[in-house]
């Protein structure tokens, strides 16, 4: 990411500088890839989750959903990142387009048995378990949705 980030015009989504430095990223890379993307980012200033747990959640969301939309014909690329706060709610919700069969495990997280992939589900889960999360994911009418629900108190 050091080197992804050298020749990445960090954009202000938030008051977090990690998690601008990840969505900065992995936006510009998806947007540099063909991928269209709408984001809407919501957080308060001070956010009480570790910068860091979240921007590595953002970075492996956002690359996951970058490798499967690689796989979509070029009209049919396109994420959605929405991250919204209210009072002590957090939702964060990543949806992209996905013409193909995805693989759930028993826990109802996604598979790969593709090389190199599926790392960051052990991200993902650390972060639901660490802060009690709700985790949702589906794959209905070709979107693949992640959504993460949990409360700061």
């Known amino acids: 990411q050091d080197r ?4 990445t015009s960090v954009k202000i989504f938030c008051h977090a500088p990690l ?16 991928i269209r993307i709408s984001h809407k980012i919501n957080l308060p200033r001070d956010l009480r989750v570790d910068e860091s747990d979240f921007a590595i959640l953002i970075s492996n969301l956002l690359e996951n ?18 991250i919204e706060h209210i009072e002590t709610q957090y939702v964060l919700e990543v949806t992209n387009l996905f013409d193909f069969e995805v693989q759930f495990d028993s826990n109802g997280y996604p598979i790969t048995d593709e090389d190199g992939h599926g790392i960051g589900m052990a991200s993902l889960k650390n972060f639901v378990t660490k802060y009690n999360a709700q985790l949702d994911f589906s794959h209905e ?11 700061d108190f």
């Open 4 to 7: 992804l980030l050298d020749s």
């Open 19 to 34: 998690v601008n430095a990840a969505l900065s990223i992995y936006l510009n890379r998806a947007e540099d890839l063909g």
């Open 65 to 82: 959903a970058i490798h499967a939309s690689l796989n979509q014909p070029i009209d049919r690329r396109e994420i959605k990142i929405t």
């Open 141 to 151: 009418s070709n979107n693949v949705r992640i959504m993460i629900y949990w409360e």
